[in-house]
């Protein structure tokens, strides 16, 4: 489990969806781990749009306590396209703007910032660390 430390790093990303009418700001911490690379540790919500927030809310809490149960990249990687699969057959899918790709509904599109975030991390790392911890 990785512990979560007193300071988190992250970012915040505009989510627009065509049936909500105010924009979701989804915001994901990093946890930094032992060898320096950095990995989602938790995931929060805010928005006006109050007619979703509470179910999208609970679902992003149990998200966060299972990310930070997860050991390997594989197990992440599995998670994030959980989340690009979850299919909203209420509203269902749409394409998201600026990206020009389909999600299936707006559990859909918060996998794809997740997996866009943690591709983001995977490159600044890459950057940042010396080669020896990027091979291991």
């Known amino acids: 489990m990785i512990d979560r430390p007193e300071v988190l790093t992250g970012a915040t990303y505009k ?5 909500i009418e105010h924009a979701l700001y989804l915001t994901i ?4 781990l032992p060898d320096g690379r950095r990995r989602i540790r938790e995931v929060f919500l805010n928005s006006k ?9 609970s679902c992003l809490r149990e998200l966060s306590q299972n990310l930070a149960r997860i050991e ?16 909203d057959a209420g509203h269902g899918g749409y394409i998201m703007l600026g990206t020009g790709k389909q999600c299936l509904g707006i559990q ?21 660390l010396p080669i020896e911890a990027i091979q291991e």
């Open 49 to 57: 749009a109050v007619e979703d927030i509470a179910w999208i809310t």
């Open 108 to 128: 859909s599109h918060i996998g794809y910032v997740l997996d866009a975030h943690t591709t983001r991390t995977k490159k600044e790392d890459a950057f940042l």
């Open 72 to 87: 390997t990249d594989d197990e992440l990687r599995a998670k994030i396209t959980d989340w690009q699969e979850a299919f």
């Open 29 to 32: 911490n990093d946890a930094t």
């Open 15 to 19: 989510i627009r969806a065509p049936h």
